[in-house]
């Protein structure tokens, strides 16, 4: 009789465990689910980035370089400005100092040429450029919108020129 007992015992503990181990396994599937549903919502929330979506200027408000260890914010520099400017698949940039050129070390540079967009995949091909050991590169970045705000983040590498540095750039559009 006790060894029945015993045996019974048994069988509703292992009958208890499974019964937690399936409630277990219910909950992770329910916690999986959620997250999941989370996670595409979330994408839905992001701006789809189309050439359309890119058209118009933008204004440099800030940026930085790191290069190795080495980090640095490359803007806002005082008494300049920067824009660029998408139209269809171009882009262009200038910056210029604002005291148009009547200054001790007057600041004047551009560039300009195509792009593509994949999702957030941003390539540039940089045509024009009067730093001329930059043209006919290839550049590819990240790109996200935020509202009226543009962030660019990737590496520009060039063997030739012993560049390789990884940049952030900030824009906001202007209306």
């Not at 998408?86 to 262009?92: D, Y």
């Not at 450029?129 to 590496?155: A, H, P, V």
Request: net charge positive; charged share 25%.
């Amino acid at each position: 009789m006790i060894k029945i007992c015993c045996h019974f015992d048994n069988f509703n503990l292992n009958n208890l465990n499974i019964k937690l181990m399936k409630r277990t396994l219910l909950l992770l599937i329910l916690v999986i689910n959620g997250s999941l549903s989370f996670a595409q919502n979330q994408a839905k929330k992001l701006t789809v980035i189309s050439p359309k979506s890119l058209n118009g200027t933008w204004k440099l408000i800030y940026s930085k370089v790191t290069t190795g260890k080495k980090t640095e914010i490359t803007y806002p520099v005082k008494d300049q400005e920067m824009i660029k400017i998408f139209n269809g698949n171009h882009f262009a940039f200038f910056k210029h100092d604002v005291k148009k050129g009547k200054i001790a070390t007057p600041v004047f540079s551009s560039g300009a040429g195509t792009y593509t967009i994949s999702g957030n995949v941003y390539k540039e091909h940089l045509s024009y450029c009067n730093y001329r050991d930059w043209e006919n590169m290839d550049f590819e970045f990240t790109i996200s919108l935020k509202k009226d705000s543009l962030i660019q983040k990737g590496i520009e590498k060039i063997d030739s020129l012993n560049v390789n540095q990884e940049i952030i750039e900030i824009y906001t559009r202007i209306k």
